[in-house]
């Protein structure tokens, strides 16, 4: 079977078994020992054998993977020489970068509906009630058929559902003010940690980070984080939300004999400092459950006891650099690092740790049935690619025949849930205002000026008659007076033999 070499000594090599890389590992070690080493090591191997792997580049050197190796000196070739390392040549790796800022990469996005209420809340660090609140809020979104892709939508529906309140919770379930107040606030300080660049359109798909090279070589996808480190919150919502996807979208293929990806969570501190117990759980839930997906996941930090412990566990793959133990809280370290390796009767491993130098470091990796193989003090191997930081313009040339750099580079920005709420409202407004006068009326009105008072003068209205009624009802009178008066005189002259 496929294996990559980690280190030797003088009596053994360890490798790591492809069969086992999807079990998981630790890389730890104090600041200058070689941890970043160690990962460039692990990932070139797995690259090699034609595994794609994502990792997060805190501190910049980790750019090197995709720049061949500079000639070997004097010092290089004795190393190689002890290390036994023949056929090492210096040649760089198929690298993409990517940059949730866009910046030193390609924008990595993802949509308000794929993280899910779910994880969301979690991330939010919401209480039962308040994710309970969400959940009803996505499924008015997904009832009114409105798309939630980016905060502003969230915040749009979020204040449509205040406005609602009455209408919503009796249709779906008890919401309060005060719950979206409280998921608007939490919401606020995810958006301050810059995460209105990482949910958006187009979004990441999983089969981008899953890429070979024309000659078959497992492309490392590097994620710029030196900005992105400085945001815990938005930091640990990312990983975790990549996490989440690879384990609800890949399906079960138990142990292959090389993994389909390799995942390195680099300063994995950061995702557990201060986190809360359900995200926490989270995480343990995913990383034991996604080794059938045949996905492996490797963390580097300074100390194993950054990790928790019920996930500590699930890490069979291990390389522990230097350990100083200067205060209570190193000297626990060591101990607990001692205690988690398979026992070497050659070695006394609480006291190796301290006295370990940069590239030297204990190693155990899982061997035949899975079985976890003695520590061993080891040399570690040296790298293809170059150690260190590279330049802007060699980003730029990497990036340049990135073959995903169409695809993501442009952000595109489709009618949502805010765009479709503001609509309605602007409707609704326009329907209770009261009625303007168009340019019509305002003629007619002008025409009703003198004009107006005039005809109604002559003709008359409904509530007063005109002058042409009047004189017609005068004539009316007059003559009907003058022929009344004709009728009495002719009467009284008869009855009085008046004069003809």
């Known amino acids: 079977m496929p294996r990559i070499l980690i280190g030797r000594n003088d009596d053994a090599s360890v490798e790591l078994d492809s069969r086992y890389g999807n079990r998981h590992g630790m890389i730890a070690g104090a600041t200058g020992t070689g941890k970043s080493v160690s990962l460039m090591l692990l990932a070139e191997g797995f690259s090699r054998l034609g595994v794609p792997c994502f990792l997060a580049d805190a501190k910049g050197d980790l750019a090197g993977l995709s720049q061949a190796a500079a ?20 040649q760089a790796n198929p690298v993409v970068f990517w940059d949730i800022y866009g910046k030193l990469g390609h924008p990595v996005r993802a949509t308000i509906s794929e993280m899910g ?45 205040s406005e609602h309140a009455k209408d919503i919770s009796a249709r779906y379930g008890l919401i309060s003010a005060q719950s979206v107040a409280a998921i608007q606030r939490a919401l606020l300080k995810l958006e301050q940690d810059g995460a209105n660049a ?41 990983l975790l939300w990549l996490l989440s996807e690879l384990f609800e979208q890949l399906p079960e293929v138990g142990d292959l ?30 990383v034991r459950l996604i080794r059938s997906k045949g996905v492996g996941v490797y963390f ?63 190693a155990s990796t899982l061997g035949e049935g899975g079985v976890p193989s003695p520590v061993e003090k080891i040399l570690v191997a040296t790298p293809e690619c170059r150690i260190g930081a590279i330049t802007v ?62 005809r109604d003068a002559v003709l008359g209205t409904s509530r007063r008659q005109g002058m042409l009624e009047s004189m017609a009802k005068s004539m009316v009178r007059a003559a009907g007076t003058r022929a009344g008066q004709q009728i009495v005189r002719g009467i009284l002259g008869s009855i009085f033999g008046g004069k003809r």
């Open 300 to 362: 580097c930090s300074q100390n194993p006891d950054d990790v928790p412990g019920e996930i500590l566990g699930q890490l069979g793959n291990r390389v522990q650099h230097a350990l100083r133990a200067f205060t209570p809280r190193d000297q626990k370290a060591v101990r607990a690092a001692a205690e988690t390796f398979t026992r070497n009767p050659k070695l006394n491993v609480a006291d190796v740790i301290g006295t370990l130098g940069t590239g030297e470091a204990l």
């Open 71 to 90: 000639a070997p000196g004097d010092k290089l070739q004795a190393r190689l020489a002890k290390l036994g390392l023949s056929a090492w040549k210096p």
């Open 117 to 161: 209420p779910t994880l969301l809340a979690r991330i939010l660090d919401l209480n039962d009630t308040q994710e309970g609140v969400l959940e009803v809020v996505f499924r008015v979104a997904d009832d009114e058929g409105l798309l939630l892709l980016d905060l502003g939508d969230l915040r749009a529906m979020l204040g449509f559902a």
């Open 198 to 238: 990482f949910f958006g359109e187009p979004a990441l798909e999983l089969a981008d980070l899953m890429r070979q090279d024309m000659s078959g070589r497992g492309v490392i996808n590097v994620l710029a984080a030196e900005t992105l480190i400085l945001k815990p919150r938005l930091y640990s919502t990312f």
């Open 257 to 286: 004999d090389v993994p389909k990806l390799v995942f390195f969570f680099d300063e994995a501190h950061l995702l557990f400092d201060d986190a809360p117990a359900a995200l926490r759980q989270r995480v343990e839930q995913v």
């Open 393 to 454: 313009e060699e980003r730029a040339t990497v990036r340049s025949r990135s073959p995903v750099g169409a695809k993501y580079d442009t952000p595109v920005n489709r009618e949502s849930a805010e765009e479709l709420l503001a609509a309605r409202a602007s409707e609704k407004s326009a329907d209770d205002a009261p009625p303007v006068k168009g340019p019509g009326r305002a003629a007619a009105g002008a025409e009703a000026g003198w004009g107006g008072a005039l």
